[in-house]
């Protein structure tokens, strides 16, 4: 894929279903008694990988297009997979239907795509292992082979890291547990898990401590089939976001965007960095906060670098933006610092070397640092862009190539498709030369 340099970014934009919460809907849809319709699902390759294991498990699903009816089999319906259930790039899908798995009376194995085999699971063989399953890996890495036993034990865990994938696994599996199940988070993630439980019946009680909360469900409680509209997604708009702010002369208008306050860490460090971002039209739909969303390029004007260091919890506030977070990095004057970003080095790819590399590559001046990075203004040059089959490298990159002089090639453009199948066509359509 090449890309040139824009003038400005202008139009209206329909973003894809939130891909966080389709995954989800999908789940929560297909073990809840009834039939579920889902609305605005994300048209994606990561949330397909969800439906496609779901219907290995014998879960009726009809699509069409981005709606997306499930026949819930309720909590004792699902059905032993005759072949390996294939997560694709999906590390949402791995792990949070690893929690459900945990449970059945019946085993099954999950498997990857090269990048998701490399990716942690001790993280929620731990917690499940706790609980009674018998989980096999490769040295913590998939395939996991979940040697179904039926119910498990109830337990209390408090997350090593900062993960809402771990959370949500050791909830789901809690509904196939003996008595309460309890995780603690010292540091709030995405509560999209606690939020649709609820939706579909399930009482979710959330109470708060001292440091962080503790967030407990009780097996047995059946789910009940229900419809909802899945916001757009949030870390699709922040490409958008990120190129409207930085040139001049944009005006980006991005309706029903979920706008979880476990999700806007990357709006509260644009607006202190200078950007003009408004949110409007604010309502909830599917238990979830969405707005429109207005992004207004005015010019970037100077803050103190004190400002410009990113650290601690909001942090995991904004941990899918930290790619397009580097790019707004380079055009504005302060350089941008972020860290506490360790685990940035286990997503889809290694993100902080992707970062570090590819912005070294478009002539930028970066300090790489084991959690993080720190990147100054740079002038920016068209490059060949290696995405590291990375969806949100490829992507952040893509809006890196608007911003710099001569041509820019992305490697492994398709990626884009785990998350925004039509990034490239949208961009086009707002892009003004
Ligand atoms: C997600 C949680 C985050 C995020 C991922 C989606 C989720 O991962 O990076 O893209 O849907 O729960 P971690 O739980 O590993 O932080």
Same mark, same amino acid.
């Given at each position: 894929?090449? $890309?040139?340099?824009?003038?400005?970014? %202008?139009?209206? $934009?329909?973003?894809?279903? +939130?891909?966080?919460? &389709?995954?989800?809907?999908?789940?929560?849809?297909?073990?809840? +008694?009834?039939?579920?319709?889902?609305?605005?699902?994300?048209?994606?390759?990561?949330?397909?990988?969800?439906?496609?294991?779901?219907?290995?498990?014998?879960?009726?699903?009809?699509?069409?297009?981005?709606?997306?009816?499930?026949?819930?089999?309720?909590?004792?319906?699902?059905?032993?997979?005759?072949? @390996?259930?294939?997560?694709?790039?999906?590390?949402?899908?791995?792990?949070?239907?690893?929690?459900?798995?945990?449970?059945?009376?019946?085993? &099954?194995?999950?498997?990857? +795509?090269?990048?998701?085999?490399?990716? #942690? !699971?001790?993280?929620?063989?731990? #917690?499940? %292992?706790?609980?009674?399953?018998?989980?096999?890996?490769?040295?913590?890495?998939? @395939? *996991?082979? /979940?040697?179904?036993?039926?119910?498990?034990?109830?337990?209390?865990?408090?997350?090593?890291?900062?993960?809402?994938?771990?959370?949500?696994?050791?909830?789901?599996?809690?509904?196939?547990?003996?008595?309460?199940?309890?995780?603690?988070?010292?540091?709030?993630?995405?509560?999209?898990?606690?939020? !649709?439980?609820?939706?579909?019946?399930?009482?979710?009680?959330?109470?708060?401590?001292?440091?962080?909360?503790?967030?407990?469900?009780?097996?047995?409680?059946? *789910?009940?089939?229900?419809?909802?509209?899945?916001?757009?997604? $949030?870390?699709?708009?922040?490409?958008?976001?990120?190129?409207?702010?930085? *040139?001049?002369?944009?005006?980006?208008? !991005?309706?029903?965007?979920?706008?979880? @306050?476990?999700?806007?860490?990357?709006?509260?460090?644009?607006?202190? *960095?200078?950007?003009?971002?408004?949110?409007?039209?604010?309502?909830?739909?599917?238990?979830?906060?969405?707005?429109?969303?207005?992004?207004?390029? =005015?010019?970037?004007?100077?803050?103190?670098?004190?400002?410009?260091?990113?650290?601690? #919890?909001?942090?995991?506030?904004?941990?899918?933006?930290? @790619?397009?977070?580097?790019?707004?990095?380079?055009?504005?004057?302060?350089?941008?610092?972020?860290?506490?970003?360790?685990?940035?080095?286990?997503?889809?790819?290694?993100?902080?070397?992707?970062?570090?590399?590819?912005?070294? =590559? !478009?002539?930028?001046?970066?300090?790489?640092?084991?959690?993080?990075?720190?990147?100054? =203004?740079?002038?920016?040059?068209?490059?060949? $862009?290696?995405?590291?089959?990375?969806?949100?490298?490829?992507?952040?990159?893509?809006?890196?190539?608007?911003?710099?002089?001569?041509?820019?090639? /992305?490697?492994?453009?398709?990626?884009?498709?785990? %998350?925004?199948? +039509?990034?490239?066509?949208?961009?086009?359509?707002?892009?003004?030369?």
């Amino acid at each position: 894929m090449k $890309i040139l340099s824009a003038r400005s970014v %202008s139009g209206t $934009i329909g973003l894809p279903g +939130d891909k966080s919460i &389709s995954h989800r809907a999908a789940m929560l849809s297909a073990i809840a +008694d009834g039939t579920s319709n889902i609305h605005n699902f994300a048209a994606s390759e990561d949330c397909s990988s969800t439906l496609d294991c779901l219907s290995a498990l014998g879960v009726n699903i009809e699509l069409n297009g981005t709606a997306v009816l499930v026949h819930g089999v309720g909590l004792g319906g699902l059905k032993e997979p005759t072949n @390996p259930l294939d997560c694709g790039n999906s590390g949402t899908t791995m792990r949070l239907i690893s929690g459900i798995l945990a449970g059945q009376p019946f085993s &099954s194995t999950l498997i990857g +795509d090269e990048s998701l085999s490399k990716r #942690p !699971m001790k993280r929620i063989i731990g #917690p499940l %292992s706790e609980m009674g399953a018998s989980i096999e890996s490769v040295d913590g890495h998939a @395939p *996991l082979i /979940i040697n179904g036993r039926g119910a498990l034990r109830p337990i209390e865990y408090t997350l090593p890291v900062a993960s809402a994938q771990i959370k949500s696994c050791v909830l789901l599996a809690g509904l196939w547990a003996d008595g309460e199940t309890s995780v603690i988070e010292p540091v709030p993630t995405r509560d999209h898990t606690e939020r !649709m439980l609820r939706g579909f019946g399930v009482d979710v009680t959330v109470r708060d401590l001292d440091k962080g909360k503790r967030v407990s469900v009780s097996g047995g409680s059946r *789910l009940t089939a229900c419809d909802m509209t899945v916001p757009s997604d $949030i870390s699709s708009a922040a490409f958008f976001v990120v190129a409207a702010a930085c *040139l001049k002369g944009s005006r980006i208008v !991005m309706p029903n965007v979920g706008i979880n @306050p476990t999700r806007t860490g990357l709006f509260e460090v644009l607006r202190r *960095l200078g950007a003009d971002t408004a949110l409007s039209d604010k309502r909830e739909q599917a238990g979830e906060l969405v707005a429109t969303v207005e992004v207004v390029g =005015r010019g970037l004007g100077a803050v103190a670098q004190a400002e410009a260091i990113i650290d601690g #919890p909001v942090v995991a506030n904004m941990i899918d933006e930290v @790619p397009i977070l580097a790019v707004f990095g380079t055009q504005i004057e302060s350089g941008l610092e972020i860290r506490g970003a360790g685990e940035l080095r286990v997503k889809e790819s290694d993100r902080i070397h992707s970062i570090v590399e590819n912005l070294r =590559r !478009m002539n930028a001046n970066v300090t790489e640092y084991d959690d993080g990075f720190r990147v100054e =203004r740079s002038h920016l040059k068209g490059a060949e $862009i290696d995405s590291f089959g990375d969806h949100r490298i490829a992507m952040a990159f893509t809006i890196a190539g608007l911003f710099a002089t001569g041509e820019t090639t /992305i490697l492994g453009a398709e990626s884009a498709a785990v %998350s925004f199948p +039509d990034f490239f066509e949208t961009l086009q359509s707002v892009t003004v030369r």
